[in-house]
């Protein structure tokens, strides 16, 4: 009976800890945020330009966070996206959605989504712009349209995961 309970108790240890393994929690000192990223995923960090770059192991997902704009400026940010998206991951990026407002982690964040090509495949794209202290982030999630079950999950790990440095 003891043996039962034991591995009872284990296995449910291993699940709940399922929830954090797999998974890396990397600062962008610049931006003054950290994030949350697939273990397996290849990561370039580009701290003198605020820049954290990751890809899936096939690359057919990214994440890409970056400073976007040294000032508290939403609106300002929302007329320079598209150049740094273009710039950085996806071609011929257009908004699919309204913007909506809200916030990560007690950060005034706006939310969109869009489509772009890359490696001439359409890519969806979730964006979020997140004001942390006096600057606005861009952190942006793609991955291949028809790898949305696949994908489109890590959105709700990866927006979440975005918290203020200390």
Same mark, same amino acid.
């Given at each position: 009976?003891?043996?039962?309970?034991? $591995? =009872?108790?284990?296995?449910?240890? /291993?699940?709940? +800890?399922?929830? *954090?393994?797999? !998974?890396? @929690?990397? #600062?962008?000192?610049?931006?003054?945020?950290?994030?949350?990223?697939?273990?397996?995923?290849?990561?370039?960090?580009?701290?003198?330009?605020?820049?954290?770059?990751?890809?899936?192991?096939?690359?057919?997902?990214?994440?890409?966070?970056? $400073? =976007?704009?040294?000032?508290?400026? /939403?609106?300002? +940010?929302?007329? *320079?996206?598209? !150049?740094? @998206?273009? #710039?950085?991951?996806?071609?011929?990026?257009?908004?699919?959605?309204?913007?909506?407002?809200?916030?990560?982690?007690?950060?005034?964040?706006?939310?969109?989504?869009?489509?772009?090509?890359?490696?001439?495949?359409?890519?969806?794209?979730?964006?979020?712009?997140?004001?942390?202290?006096?600057?606005?982030?861009?952190?942006?999630?793609?991955?291949?349209?028809?790898?949305?079950?696949?994908?489109?999950?890590?959105?709700?790990?990866?927006?979440?995961?975005?918290?203020?440095?200390?």
């Amino acid at each position: 009976m003891k043996k039962a309970i034991s $591995l =009872l108790i284990f296995v449910f240890l /291993l699940t709940a +800890a399922g929830g *954090t393994a797999g !998974a890396e @929690i990397f #600062k962008n000192h610049t931006g003054g945020v950290s994030i949350w990223l697939p273990d397996d995923w290849e990561i370039d960090s580009e701290e003198e330009i605020g820049a954290l770059y990751a890809d899936a192991p096939q690359g057919d997902s990214f994440c890409v966070l970056r $400073l =976007l704009l040294k000032e508290n400026n /939403l609106r300002q +940010a929302l007329r *320079t996206y598209n !150049a740094l @998206i273009l #710039k950085e991951e996806i071609d011929d990026f257009n908004a699919l959605s309204d913007v909506r407002q809200g916030e990560l982690n007690g950060m005034t964040t706006d939310f969109f989504s869009g489509e772009g090509q890359r490696d001439d495949e359409t890519w969806t794209v979730e964006v979020a712009l997140i004001v942390v202290k006096e600057s606005v982030l861009l952190c942006a999630i793609g991955w291949e349209k028809d790898e949305k079950d696949q994908f489109a999950p890590l959105v709700d790990k990866i927006f979440p995961s975005i918290k203020k440095l200390d």
